[in-house]
């Protein structure tokens, strides 16, 4: 095999690379010893000069570019593919070459698109050396996901490491006492299906098409639905149109929203009626004459109250929400036996290091505990830590994820538990659109796909009859952010929040959004809608963690299992159904506790 210094040349031009006719003819050897060709053999140049931002090709480079590419990446290659047989046949060049000319292509257009410190070094694998199931379970999970392969900076957490407050039980809600804290893994019978109301989102969408008319036929269909439930639960006869005047009391529907482009507040609240009753009109509310209140934007609410002049409603009462009711388990669910859940939630690495340290915790206890069912919320690769937002990883967001997830799924295996992943808005490399479709788990092995379930953001999701509705949105931060409440007594917001989130029936009943939320409205209406109250609630949050009894749902924030450079928390759950005594309904959850990584 030989190569043109011509060529080369001419190459070099097309990207603005002049060198001297030694350097050419030193670079047409390279070629030759390699097993090169000239388009290819520029091509991971220019990517190594680009990534090391050397502007000008000398010796020193082409020494460098020698060592550091050539000799540690592609002779490894090359030499492997022949060590067996001794000479490598024209057939065996070809698939090699194939191979190599593909990488070079990802290199290349790495190297523009996320910059690294230093050079790229990533390892070619032929079609018959990728990571396979054989050698991936012999493998730890600390050699499974070592971060120096995507990312120049490797350096454990020093303040992650020192911590002295492992396993610490910062909270705990239920009978914990007696409870082992260890399942069964794979030896119970599970049965896990999402639910959907009427169906759960299953793949991806095209999004980014909806119009202003869309949305609003949205918020008006969740008005007028809210509003006949709480018409008949609470027999009202009729509701009145908001801008008609009237002297004796009347009853309002429609969607609580603000009068200014600030912050929601006593003095700024309107009322925007529904199409039916008010074909959309809004009036101000005066709520100096209610006691109690907690309001926030897009609440749908039915308020009674004076409004003599049709321009101002004085409120004088308001009436509460009605959840849905509870899932009644069917012979499908099979016999509930007592479950263990372990429950957490992303960033699963410090802020100052991508050595995933926290997540290899949590398999070590998985392994540990061996739970039923582990649900793990993203984000899985954090799109606000600070070296995918400088671009500092020298692999795709997509290989590194696929990683990390490899890496759970593999290094979980001894224990049997069921994983389910629930994406998150700030996954960086999945579809930043609410509703988010579930991640894609295609090339599992079978034994796998028996254990392994991705659902969507948000999802209900039934454990052996027992729902669980799950959501990685950080809801509880921002619907804090924006209501307001007047109490007589002493009042939780925590409880005010979840207690809005089930009577609205919704995953997300808050609008305006939050400014970085983008929501897809029609398919939000689908498959973000609650179908029943659930049994327990997981929202995780930057909010302080807890678990609660919200109208009979156990509501539980697991934390983040990291937060910022120290570790944080995550979340476990006993599960038991116990004996009905009448009509009394018992929470399926006998125990549960928040733990400190």
């Known amino acids: 095999m030989s190569a043109s210094t011509q060529q080369l040349a001419e190459e070099l031009q097309i990207f603005g690379l002049d060198c001297e006719e030694v350097l050419i003819e030193k670079l047409a050897e390279l070629c030759v010893l390699y097993g090169q060709n000239e388009e290819g053999m520029v091509g991971e140049l220019i990517a190594f000069c680009t990534s090391t931002g050397k502007a000008r090709l000398t010796p020193e480079v082409l020494s460098t570019f020698e060592h550091e590419i050539l000799s540690k990446r592609l002779s490894k290659t090359w030499h492997g593919s022949s060590k067996d047989s001794g000479h490598a046949g024209a057939r065996d ?44 379970s012999a493998r ?107 002297q004796e009391p009347v009853t309002l529907l429609g969607q609580i929203g603000c009068d200014s482009n600030g912050k929601l507040n006593s003095q700024s609240v309107v009322l925007e009626g529904d199409r039916e009753h ?95 069912v582990c649900i793990l919320f993203g984000p899985f690769l954090d799109a606000k830590h600070e070296q995918v937002e400088n671009c500092l990883l020298t692999s795709p967001f997509e290989d590194v994820f696929k990683q990390c997830l490899r890496t759970i799924i593999e290094g979980t295996r001894s224990s049997g538990s069921h994983l389910v992943f629930v994406p998150s808005l700030r996954d960086v490399h999945h579809e930043p659109v609410y509703p988010q479709p579930p991640f894609s788990c295609s090339d599992l092995s079978r034994e796998d796909k028996k254990r392994v379930l991705c659902v969507s953001e948000p999802c209900s999701l039934s454990v052996n009859g027992v ?57 939000f209406y689908t498959y973000a809608q609650l179908p029943v109250t659930p049994d327990i609630f997981i929202v995780p949050s930057e909010l302080r963690y807890f678990v609660k009894d919200s109208l009979g749902c156990i509501c539980m924030n697991p934390g983040r299992l990291t937060k910022g450079q120290v570790g944080g928390t995550f979340g476990r759950l006993y599960l038991r159904r116990l004996p009905v005594a009448g009509e009394a309904r018992q929470s399926p959850c006998v125990a549960a506790q928040v733990v400190r990584i």
């Open 140 to 246: 730890s999970p600390h050699q499974l996901l070592s971060p120096s392969s995507f990312s120049p900076s490797a350096t454990p957490s020093k303040k992650y490491n020192s911590r002295n407050n492992r396993g610490e039980v910062v909270t705990t809600f239920g009978s914990a006492q007696g409870v082992s804290w260890s399942g069964r893994g794979g030896a119970g019978s599970i049965s896990l299906k999402a639910l959907g109301c009427p169906e759960p989102l299953t793949g991806r969408y095209k999004s980014m098409f909806q119009k202003l008319p869309d949305v609003r036929e949205v918020l008006t269909c969740k008005i007028e639905e809210l509003g006949s439930e709480l018409k008949e639960h609470y027999r009202i006869e009729a509701f009145t149109p908001l801008l008609v005047p009237a």
């Open 467 to 523: 729902i669980f509705s799950l959501t990685s949105t950080d809801l509880l931060f921002h619907m804090g952010a924006e209501e307001i409440s007047s109490s007589s007594g002493t009042s939780d917001r925590f409880s005010r929040i979840l207690k809005h989130i089930l009577t609205q029936r919704s995953y997300y009943p808050l609008y305006p959004p939050q400014e970085d939320m983008a929501i897809d409205y029609e398919n």
């Open 278 to 372: 008010s074909s959309g009109a809004q009036i101000p509310v005066d709520l100096s004459e209610l006691k109690e209140y907690s309001l926030f934007p897009g609440q749908v609410v039915v308020m009674e109250g004076i409004n003599t002049t049709g321009r101002k409603l004085v409120a004088t009462k308001l009436y509460e929400g009605v959840p849905l009711p509870f899932y009644q388990p069917t012979e499908e669910d099979g016999d509930f036996e007592q479950t263990m859940v372990v429950v957490a939630c992303g960033p699963y690495t410090t802020s100052d290091s991508f050595a995933y340290e926290p997540l290899l915790d949590l398999i070590t206890i998985i392994n540990r505990d061996r739970p039923d």
């Open 93 to 136: 060049i070809v698939s090699i070459q194939e191979l190599i000319e593909v990488e070079e292509e990802e290199t290349l257009l790495n190297s523009y698109t996320t910059p690294s410190k230093g050079p790229q070094k990533r390892a070619i694998t032929t079609p018959e050396t990728p990571l396979t199931k054989r050698s991936l």
